[in-house]
């Protein structure tokens, strides 16, 4: 036999080969449409986002806004946007506590925000939110019954949590608080809604408070003028400076200084 006629294909051998070619085939056709198909769906000229729903009770934030800052964040078409960048994007708006997206079939970003609730006014430019979180948006809205907070952004947190805690010590004393100062030493200075001032200073300034809502009845009983302010700074006690009454003012030539007393072993 012949050196040609050996290695002469068979028939079986085409077969096999013909077999073995078709799913071949198929698979690489498969696999182009694919690719053709991942590229056309991240072609935002192909599927674009052309409807941005916002869901959520919105009370402060415009919703123009709002879907002017999701339009900025989108990059891709309605399969390759990045939903979290876009999350991020709103939540960098200073009214959103929080935010979450999903896609509607065929072209449209559902957006639900919570918004944020403010707890107190923070310094001249700022709200702060109960979980303390500081915002300051563009125009601060004049809201009824909100208090002052004033410190370092940094202690918001800290600093929220003792004012709720000082706010419900205060109102068992039938007193409301009103504007809250921390200083860089971290002393402590309250007014309250009458007007009167607390001193607490930077240690203890809970057992500080709760001694003076304590004695708040028994001061109230002593002159029959309420107290203007009270220094709560010392180790066994505290002073007190009384509010004049406007008869004495009008009775004597001069503006009469008001009386400090010095309550110890308290």
């Not at 019954?145 to 109102?171: F, K, N, P």
Request: proline share 5%.
């Amino acid at each position: 036999m012949s050196r040609s006629q050996k290695t002469q294909p068979t028939p079986v051998t085409i077969s096999v080969l013909r077999s073995l070619a078709m799913p071949l085939l198929s698979v690489l056709l498969i696999a182009g449409l694919l690719s053709w198909g991942v590229l056309q769906a991240r072609d935002p000229q192909v599927m674009p986002v052309r409807v941005v729903g916002v869901d959520g009770e919105i009370q402060h934030l415009e919703r123009s806004r709002l879907e002017a800052a999701v339009a900025e964040a989108v990059d891709g078409s309605f399969f390759s946007v990045n939903l979290d960048q876009v999350r991020q994007k709103i939540e960098r708006l200073p009214w959103i506590e929080s935010a979450s997206i999903r896609r509607v079939w065929p072209d449209t970003l559902r957006v639900n925000v919570v918004e944020q609730v403010p707890l107190a006014y923070w310094g001249k430019d700022g709200l702060v939110s109960q979980r303390g979180e500081v915002f300051r948006p563009k125009q601060v809205p004049k809201l009824a019954g909100l208090s002052v907070l004033e410190g370092d952004d940094q202690s918001a947190s800290r600093i929220t949590r003792e004012y709720l805690r000082m706010r419900t010590l205060l109102e068992t004393a039938g007193l409301n608080l009103q504007h809250v100062w921390v200083d860089a030493r971290q002393a402590w200075r309250l007014k309250t809604e009458s007007g009167l001032m607390l001193h607490l200073g930077r240690r203890e300034v809970m057992p500080r408070l709760t001694r003076f809502v304590q004695l708040y009845p028994y001061l109230q009983q002593q002159t029959g003028s309420l107290p203007e302010a009270v220094d709560l700074r010392y180790t066994n006690g505290f002073t007190v400076r009384w509010q004049v009454a406007e008869a004495q003012v009008n009775l004597n030539s001069r503006t009469p200084e008001r009386a400090a007393t010095r309550i110890a072993g308290i």
